[in-house]
Nanobody, 123 residues
Framework: QVQLVESGGGLVQAGGSLRLSCAAS????????MGWFRQAPGKEREFVAA????????RAADSVKGRFTISRDNAKNTLYLQMNSLKPEDTANYYC????????????????WGQGTQVTVSS
């Protein structure tokens, strides 16, 4: 069982930056691949980025490549999402998720989810 708690969301102007954090419970954090997903009102949840348990492999959606960076600190049981050059279309509720072993980009493949943190980008 893994419990996830996101933080770091907020209101930011277009072009600004935010760093999201996801604190995980448990002593086996490094055995889980982690992902960030987002969901805007009236839209389906979409993949943002994912990282392997060791941190050696990452994936990112085309819409955020070059702007968002996923990372993790296994000693602190924490996942991060550094978001730069934010755009109004990045506005959404952002969720972190965990699954055993391998990276996946589909939300249904993740077993554990946080409650989400709201990111609002004003134009």
């Amino acid at each position: 069982q893994v419990q996830l708690v996101e933080s770091g969301g907020g209101l930011v102007q277009a072009g600004g930056s935010l760093r999201l954090s996801c604190a995980a419970s448990g002593r086996t954090f490094s055995s889980y691949a982690m992902g960030w997903f987002r969901q805007a009102p009236g839209k389906e949840r979409e993949f943002v980025a994912a990282i392997s348990g060791s941190g050696g492999e990452t994936r990112a959606a085309d819409s955020v490549k070059g702007r968002f960076t996923i990372s993790r600190d296994n000693a602190k049981n924490t996942l991060y999402l550094q978001m730069n050059s934010l755009k109004p279309e990045d506005t959404a509720n952002y969720y972190c998720a965990a699954r055993p072993r391998f990276i996946r980009v589909v939300a249904a493949d993740y077993n554990y989810w946080g409650q989400g943190t709201q990111v609002t980008v004003s134009s």
